[in-house]
């Protein structure tokens, strides 16, 4: 019988034109992506072999721009993370099912009934007028949650706006935005949620996520969160009050944009890009001074990227605008400006310039105008255009305090 599973996934692989080395690369990927040694890739490519028995699962939006979902759709076929989706029975994935009206419904009602599933979410939730800012097939978009919550064994929060409400959540934030787990909180379900940053958020990540998911589902769905390994982050949420405890893969957030960005040696030198048009743009120079936010956030972007890998925003030429951070949109715009309230490296636990922005901010840029100092103390600055050119925005506009425009 298993030879017999065996068989049938690698015809699936070679039907799609995937190679048996393709697909145990990939398995080392996804084992990164984990957090596990590189030697977990044959146990992962064993268990996928043997997983051609579909698992149930549902793909629910909030308030979304269904971004994330055409991040998906990007993982273009043939492609060993469609093959590994296909594992899945999507059972209801509003923007690309097939079924509609009634008989969508019922999918949902079926699959909740029948349990053992996970959860993807994507979008806000949104609490706004009692939960009328947004209404599916008549019924609150929060209660439809909630129900689908409580019977699921694990939930994958996809997309900033699923973590924390993402850019939904940006003050004045009339619809009550907030993130999946800040809602769960509130109404005391207790179902784990792995949150996967930025907007949108990777195919890769979901895929390894999903991954994970279909290496415990046969035997212990309580395994997920134990078998993943997950970094804690502190979320302050001023919508409700309360401080919410996030739980992201730590592969995923355990770096900074910084730490792995290919223009890293033009920030030790000195070398940045005042304007966009430039020479110094041309030459390929650092972002910061037009504003990239990648020493102060935490993600994958420069390892993963986008599109079957092929760029990521710093690699287009784009300065990271932060939007795998908490809040990030009240926190890091204007995005083309450099903020004084920057953090370099230090603590996951405070990505909230507002509470710390007058202390910190002040240090951080002190900072970087020693560190830049310090460079060319050394000779290692180049010709480049001075370290401070734009401190005079700060010195105008003060710290900026996240949600306080
Ligand atoms: S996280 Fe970004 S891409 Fe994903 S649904 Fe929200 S706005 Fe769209
Ligand atoms: S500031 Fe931005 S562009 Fe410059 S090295 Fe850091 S991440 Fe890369």
């Not at 049938?8 to 957090?35: E, I, P």
């Not at 990007?74 to 492609?79: A, E, I, N, Y």
């Not at 590994?84 to 097939?98: D, H, R």
């Not at 401070?388 to 700060?394: F, G, R, S």
């Amino acid at each position: 019988m298993a030879q017999e599973a065996h068989g049938a996934f690698y015809d699936l692989l070679a039907v799609r034109g995937v190679s048996r080395r393709d697909f145990l690369k990939y398995c080392s990927y996804v084992a990164a992506t984990l957090g596990l040694a590189e030697t977990a890739a044959p146990q992962i490519a064993a268990a996928l072999e043997k997983g051609t028995k579909l698992k149930p699962a549902l793909w629910l939006n909030g308030g979304s721009c269904t971004g994330c979902t055409e991040s998906m759709a990007q993982v273009d076929s043939p492609d060993v993370a469609t093959i590994v989706l296909e594992l899945l029975s999507l059972n209801y994935f509003e923007t690309i099912m097939a079924a509609a009206g009634e008989q969508a419904e019922k999918n949902i009602e079926d699959t909740i009934a029948d349990g053992g599933y996970l959860l993807i979410y994507e979008g806000a939730v949104m609490m706004g007028e009692d939960g009328n800012t947004l209404l599916v097939n008549g019924e609150k978009g929060t209660d439809i949650l909630q129900h689908a919550a409580e019977g699921a064994d694990a939930i994958l929060a996809v997309g900033a706006c699923a973590v924390d409400g993402g850019w939904v959540y940006a003050h004045p934030n009339p619809a009550g935005a907030v993130g999946v787990q800040s809602f769960l909180d509130g109404v005391k379900v207790k179902t784990p949620v792995v949150n996967l940053p930025c907007c949108p958020t990777s195919p890769e990540w979901v895929v390894a996520m999903v991954v994970q998911w279909l290496l415990v589902a046969d035997d212990d769905p309580a395994l997920f969160l134990e078998k993943t390994a997950l970094l804690a982050k502190e979320y302050h949420d001023n919508y409700r009050d309360a401080d919410v405890s996030l739980l992201y893969p730590e592969y995923i957030v355990g770096s900074t944009i910084h730490d792995n960005c290919p223009r890293r040696g033009h920030f030790e030198n000195g070398e940045f890009v005042t304007e966009f048009g430039s020479e110094e743009e041309a030459k390929g120079y650092c972002l910061y001074k037009v504003g990239c936010k990648g020493p102060q956030t935490y993600t994958q972007c420069p390892v993963t990227r986008w599109n079957r890998s092929v760029s990521w925003c710093v690699n287009s030429g784009a300065p990271c605008i932060g939007c795998g951070g908490l809040n990030w949109v009240d926190n890091n715009a204007p995005f083309f400006k450099r903020l004084s309230s920057m953090q370099m490296g230090g603590s996951l636990g405070n990505v909230q310039p507002g509470s710390v922005a007058a202390v910190v901010g002040g240090v951080a840029a002190a900072a970087l105008v020693a560190h830049g100092l310090g460079m060319k103390a050394a000779g290692r600055i180049g010709d480049g255009p001075p370290m401070e050119e734009m401190k005079a925005y700060d010195r105008k506009h003060g710290a900026k305090k996240g949600g306080d425009k």
